[in-house]
């Protein structure tokens, strides 16, 4: 079944934190890190990981850091977990599962349906203004 590591969630997490800085600059890594109380290394991967997929770019150097490659409302959540996940899939799982039947496989591709729509339909900047806000948000799915 579809769950979401700690890494995906902190990406979203650490993408949101980034969408919120209304000006632009490239923000430190270390100041990320202690925002979530973060070990600098694990945020680093999760950061390299987003950068070589060109979600956002860092910046060596006194005022280096990382930023968004673009504006915040053209980012989905789905194409964030995408990176650090993989295959958002339900069906994956059930590749090699000997009791097949046509019922069965109708629900497992609704439910893949329902899943990829709405992480394709949240945007960042929907979850950023919604932290703004401070609601709490569930996306356990």
Avoid at 57 to 74: E, H, I, S, V
Wanted: charged share 20%; net charge neutral.
């Amino acid at each position: 079944m579809l769950k979401i590591s700690t890494r995906g969630q902190y990406a979203l997490l650490v993408m949101t934190d980034l969408a919120d800085q209304d000006d632009g600059k490239y923000v430190p890594l270390k100041l990320l890190s202690h925002r979530r109380n973060l070990s600098v290394k694990y945020l680093e991967q999760i950061l390299i990981q987003l950068a070589k997929a060109n979600l956002v770019t860092g910046l060596r150097g006194l005022n280096g850091g990382y930023k968004l490659t673009k504006p915040a409302d053209q980012y989905t959540a789905g194409e964030i977990l995408r990176v650090m996940e993989g295959d958002l899939s339900c069906l994956s799982n059930l590749e090699n599962n000997t009791v097949k039947s046509p019922g069965n496989e109708a629900f497992w591709h609704g439910l893949d349906e329902v899943i990829e729509n709405y992480v394709n339909s949240v945007t960042l900047e929907q979850i950023m203004l919604r932290n703004r806000e401070g609601s709490v948000l569930n996306y356990c799915i």
